[in-house]
């Protein structure tokens, strides 16, 4: 149950092959490409993937794999297509129309386009953050609540340990224990934004992928967000999407660069830093565009 | 300015440039302004002006009514019966026509809040964009229907169709005049309520939708909350508009004020009561005459206060995102 993202509890339409869930989905390690074989376990494998926006390609054959339990971060200039390739880990580009993806996307090696595939399942195994704070407009308690009734009935005492235990683990705890059910939206922005990680947190997510979640805070808040980042490493894979370099370079092990749509490379953090094998990657990095 | 500018960029006859001194039409200009500002000043004091008017008549009539020998404050407020036309004695007890008005009010909000709140649920979570675009527009063409057409409709359609299901209904109820009065105000839920639901920020969407809801969770206990003010105070201005309601109600609830929840029964309402005053022929100043106006005050205060309530909610739980 853990570890399929198959609806079990809907049989699939066409009795006609039951195959097993895994079996199905499950690529053949043959059909593997390289850039996974860099890592042992990676949590994704992305192959040649290609996105559209309509007609527009927004990514082009992109191929990754992103490290279980380490902090991957990606760069790249606007409209470069980082944030386009982290909605596609959770499929939340699904909700914009007319959008189209090819290639596979394998989550613990199944591919999370297949059509069997539970995307609510997917998105609670793979939680995100977003640019902007947006906490419900209820209580900070029920903000935290809020995933795991969508599980299922939870126990006021469980309710209660596991709020306790992701407002702990998102470095908000102290600040909002006596407060915890006054409105969410009476708390700072860097503030709400923890409470975003908290929330997605109380989900038990395998991965947690961060979109530019410090740009709309001031240094001191995005700071917190930055520790709180490398307090969650090790626990969560995490991806994080960011247009400040500094940032990448501090909270990372990992960074891509994109551009154009394209990851033009995708390498251990202080190596890119230091040593780009690219010539746009340096460019970019020394300032030179973007 | 030196001579050796060439003649293209400044003919010689023009005036020197960079002066800050106007033309002779200058003076023109700013009298047109002025008249401008004044006459659009003129127009919106106009609309205060005209309900400064109609408050100061309803309110001079009323304190008239007050002063006949036949009626009371306390029996206008104190008693249910209204019998402001036959019969020896004449009463004057406003609760059955507020009874009658409230029954078909009520019925009208059971039919349209539900059906109101799952359409623009629909339109504004649901439906495609193309879809919305179709829909959106016939749902208000129901807003451009006269009437008196669905007051035709009650009496002539949902009458007949109603008896099908119980002897019980008269040829006026209130059932079948608060059924088109639902219909009547639907555009109105529907369409303020699709506001306030597409008000709410996409942000909020994504972030439930982040978490594994699925679209109904995220419309139902997500964006509806969250837009749960603007859809109160859209009821509330529907309940007014179905309050205020005239022509369905005189055509297909009847003219038999009474105390009852009993939606197969003739009832009158405060509005269908005014109808029948004013078409009938009544003795101009008497007593029946200026109860009318008694009537009208105490609509107006009613439906007044529902706006306002409405638009207290709209500010007081309006929920502030940047």
């Not at chain 1, 230091?274 to 300032?287: F, M, S």
């Not at chain 2, 023109?28 to 302004?33: F, L, N, T, V, Y």
Request: proline share 5%; net charge negative; aromatic share 8%.
């Amino acid at each position: 149950m853990e570890t399929t993202l198959v609806q079990e509890s809907k049989p699939p339409k066409e009795k006609a092959k039951p195959v097993s869930a895994l079996g199905m989905i499950a690529v053949d390690a043959a059909e593997r490409r390289t850039p996974a074989d860099e890592f042992a376990d990676p949590s994704f494998e992305v192959q040649q993937l290609d996105f559209f926006y309509g007609d527009n390609q927004a990514l082009t054959q992109v191929d990754m794999a992103i490290p279980r339990g380490e902090v991957t971060a990606l760069i790249g200039p606007s409209g470069c297509g980082k944030s386009t390739f982290l909605r596609t880990l959770n499929r939340m580009n699904d909700l914009v129309a007319e959008t189209r993806v090819e290639g596979k996307v394998l989550l613990d090696g199944q591919d999370i386009y297949h059509r069997q595939v539970d995307v609510v399942e997917l998105r609670r195994r793979v939680g995100m953050v977003f640019q902007r704070p947006n906490p419900f407009p209820i209580s900070i308690y029920e903000n935290i609540a809020y995933g795991p009734r969508l599980q299922g009935k939870v126990s006021k005492a469980d309710m209660d340990a596991l709020v306790e235990r992701c407002l702990h683990g998102a470095a908000l705890w102290d600040e909002v224990k006596d407060r915890l059910h006054t409105s969410a939206l009476g708390l700072s922005g860097g503030q709400q934004q923890r409470l975003c990680i908290a929330r997605a947190l109380a989900n038990e997510p395998e991965v947690l992928l961060l979109d530019e979640p410090a740009s709309a805070l001031d240094p001191k808040a995005t700071a917190r967000i930055e520790d709180l980042i490398g307090q969650l490493r090790g626990d969560y894979t995490i991806v994080i999407v960011t247009h400040n370099m500094q940032q990448a370079a501090r909270v990372s092990d990992h960074t891509g660069f994109f551009y154009k749509g394209r990851l033009v490379e995708c390498t251990p953090t202080a190596q890119m830093f230091t040593r780009p094998e690219h010539q746009e990657t340096e460019d970019y990095l020394t300032g030179r565009f973007g | 300015m030196t001579p050796s500018n060439p003649p293209a960029d400044s003919a010689p006859e023009s005036p020197a440039r960079g002066t800050l001194r106007g033309a002779p039409s200058r003076h023109a200009r700013r009298w047109k302004e002025r008249g401008i500002l004044s006459l659009l000043n003129s127009a919106a004091l106009f609309s205060v002006f005209i309900t400064l008017a109609i408050l100061w008549v309803l309110g001079a009539e009323t304190s008239n009514f007050f002063a006949q020998d036949e009626v009371s404050v306390g029996e206008f407020f104190g008693t249910a019966q209204w019998n402001p036309l036959l019969g020896a004695e004449k009463h004057f007890g406003i609760w059955s026509l507020v009874c009658g008005t409230f029954l078909v009010a009520g019925v009208a909000l059971l039919v349209a809040v539900p059906l109101g709140l799952v359409t623009a649920i629909y339109l504004s979570e649901y439906a495609h964009p193309r879809v919305r675009a179709i829909l959106k527009p016939s749902l208000e063409v129901l807003a451009g229907i006269p009437t008196v057409v669905y007051g035709f409709f009650a009496l002539t359609l949902i009458t007949p169709a109603l008896k099908t299901f119980s002897e019980g209904f008269g040829s006026f109820n209130a059932l079948a005049a608060g059924i088109a009065v639902g219909i009547l105000i639907l555009p109105i839920i529907t369409s303020l309520s699709e506001d306030a639901l597409r008000a709410v920020p996409q942000s909020l969407r994504d972030g439930a939708f982040g978490l594994g809801a699925t679209r109904f969770d995220t419309s139902f206990k997500v964006v509806f909350p969250a837009a749960l003010s603007g859809i109160t105070s859209a009821v509330l201005l529907a309940a007014a508009r179905a309050i205020g309601e005239t022509m369905i109600v005189a055509l297909a609830a009847g003219s038999t004020p009474k105390v009852t929840m009993d939606v197969r029964d003739e009832i009158q309402t405060m509005t269908g009561f005014m109808v029948q005053m004013a078409l009938g022929d009544v003795s101009n100043y008497g007593v029946e005459y200026y109860s009318m106006y008694a009537v009208a005050a105490m609509l107006f205060v009613l439906t007044l206060a529902f706006t306002l309530v409405g638009s207290w909610i709209r500010k007081r739980y309006r929920e502030v995102y940047d």
